[in-house]
């Protein structure tokens, strides 16, 4: 698929933003105000609630990274923001209301239905995605991945080896046949966890870190909700990338 760009302006600071289209997938790239040599690249995954609605979260992450020399990049996801209606999708995330509505536990079948076709999908977009974004002259890696969907981070971290660290927010509900995948995880990272996330399941948040074979991962666990996390757990996440990037 080719990479074009519709459009692109300077943010403060000098930051260069671009929106581009890879096929019918629409992304922006961050790149930093001046670079001697090739940024390594940072991919910001997202909740599916859309680019537009995610802009203000995700462009704060991507002046992040650019002050630490790298460029950041995203995608939208499939069924989400301007993308065509995914009925699969629509209906599990109606099953999903109807339990939270009824108070009934989510069931391992809507979280499957949930969450399984949407990484099987997207985690193919992001792979071309990285293929088109290290074929530009400014990106040259090493590649991390940040946030988003914690099971499209676990394939990406197996299926991608130009994947070298990633930074996992245990905010999102984890299919049973991810915790098998999480085995063969070998990369450093780093697993963000909100102690108090009213909608996350924590032990099975913690199931899953217990699972990774990762040599190098550690939890950093945090007071407070969903939406609590600290600003200085943003700050630790950049660190832990200038270690394995750069």
């Not at 080719?2 to 403060?12: C, I, K, N, V, Y």
């Not at 802009?55 to 460029?71: E, K, M």
């Not at 400014?138 to 940040?146: A, K, L």
């Not at 996992?168 to 509900?173: D, I, K, W």
Request: hydrophobic letters at 45%.
């Amino acid at each position: 698929m080719a990479l074009h760009f519709t459009s692109e302006q300077r943010l403060d600071g000098g930051v260069l933003e671009r929106e581009f289209t890879l096929g019918e997938v629409p992304g922006i790239l961050w790149t930093p105000p001046s670079a001697s040599a090739p940024a390594p690249l940072i991919l910001l995954g997202h909740p599916p609630l859309g680019l537009h609605r995610m802009y203000p979260r995700l462009v704060a992450r991507a002046r992040h990274a650019a002050a630490d020399g790298f460029a950041a990049a995203t995608i939208e996801l499939p069924g989400s923001g301007d993308r065509p209606r995914w009925a699969a999708l629509e209906q599990a995330r109606a099953d999903l209301r109807r339990a939270g509505e009824a108070g009934e536990p989510v069931s391992d079948e809507i979280i499957d239905a949930l969450i399984l076709p949407l990484v099987d999908e997207a985690v193919p977009e992001w792979q071309a995605a990285l293929d088109a974004l290290l074929s530009l002259p400014e990106i040259g890696g090493p590649v991390g991945y940040s946030g988003g969907v914690i099971s499209i981070g676990v394939r990406l971290a197996v299926a991608e080896p130009r994947v070298k660290a990633a930074v996992l927010f245990a905010g999102s509900f984890v299919p049973r046949a991810m915790f098998e995948e999480a085995r063969q995880v070998t990369i450093p990272l780093h697993v963000l966890l909100q102690w108090d996330d009213e909608g996350n399941d924590r032990q099975a948040a913690l199931n899953l870190f217990d699972a990774f074979a990762s040599k190098e991962k550690s939890l950093h666990a945090h007071t407070g909700g969903h939406t609590g996390v600290p600003q200085f757990a943003g700050d630790a996440a950049a660190q832990f990338f200038t270690r394995h990037l750069t």
